[in-house]
């Protein structure tokens, strides 16, 4: 039997996470000297956003070690499963490093079991799909080599595009100069950012957020091609929740079929702020068979 873990990087409803006992290897989230972990237990998302327009300190994060990873991974395998777990991209974080250096470790100790670390070249609601669709994959009796090669071309073949209703939150997080986010704010422009082969990279810029929308729908039409049947499209925001339902409703009638709206967590959120908002797209699975 296999065993699915990932780090709090991933943003999944907590519902699903229960519902296929996925088990969760938590990043740490730290206000000046208060610290949380951000395994859905200890800081709930909306709680997350309340304190980053309330408190003066901002958040910082701090990656899982090796020891937490050896910690969840080692009673698995003593109980005889195989291990599969899915990280935030190593581009934007070492969990994925310290996951490798735990499978390493326990690979020694476990060499009957099956043990493998993948970097998702994802991050926030997309890693957390993947990890869905990893659950999926799992419950239709895949093997674990069938679940790796499965997920590798779920995994890279996916389009992200988000915006910033605010440039403050990216002044704050060290993302972006104080002169650039006021003007940028005074102009009311809004950043389009593609997130493509694990990088983040400037696509456009627009006024205003209705533009936004409008730019975001527009590329991953662009980057579907004639091939949209072959994707699921999602949304994932932050605290703007207003402009993801726009952003869904603006997908549907684009010819897209989204089937979720996720809130992106605090691990991302805080290097991106409460007024991020996402859509993205993800190859389908379905029955042992990614299109």
Request: some cysteine.
């Amino acid at each position: 039997m296999i065993k699915l873990f990932t780090d709090s990087a991933a943003d999944m409803p907590r519902e699903y996470f229960d519902r296929y006992g996925v088990s969760v290897i938590p990043f740490g989230i730290s206000y000046g000297d208060e610290v949380y972990h951000t395994d859905f237990y200890d800081l709930r998302p909306d709680e997350f956003y309340r304190r980053c327009i309330e408190i003066d300190a901002w958040p910082k994060t701090s990656q899982p070690a090796a020891a937490q990873y050896e910690d969840k991974f080692r009673p698995a395998l003593e109980e005889g499963h195989d291990v599969f777990c899915l990280c935030i991209t190593s581009k934007f974080s070492g969990s994925y490093q310290s996951g490798v250096m735990a499978m390493n470790k326990l690979k020694e100790e476990f060499p009957e079991r099956k043990i493998l670390v993948m970097d998702s070249r994802r991050c926030t609601a997309q890693q957390g799909y993947l990890v869905y669709q990893a659950c999926l994959m799992i419950e239709d009796g895949i093997d674990f080599d069938g679940l790796v090669s499965q997920m590798e071309a779920v995994r890279d073949g996916c389009f992200t595009f988000f915006s910033v209703g605010s440039l403050e939150y990216l002044r704050k997080g060290g993302r972006l100069g104080k002169a650039s986010a006021l003007l940028g704010s005074l102009l009311n422009i809004k950043p389009i950012i593609s997130f493509t082969d694990a990088e983040l990279k400037p696509h456009s810029k627009v006024r205003g957020t209705k533009n936004s929308i409008a730019e975001i729908v527009k590329a991953l039409n662009k980057s579907a091609g004639e091939i949209k049947d072959k994707y699921t499209a999602m949304v994932f925001v932050s605290n703007m929740h207003e402009e993801g339902a726009v952003l869904f409703k603006e997908l549907k009638a684009s010819g897209f079929d989204p089937v979720h709206n996720w809130n992106i967590g605090p691990v991302v959120g805080a290097h991106l702020g409460p007024t991020g908002y996402a859509a993205g797209l993800l190859l389908k699975y379905e029955g042992q068979k990614v299109f």
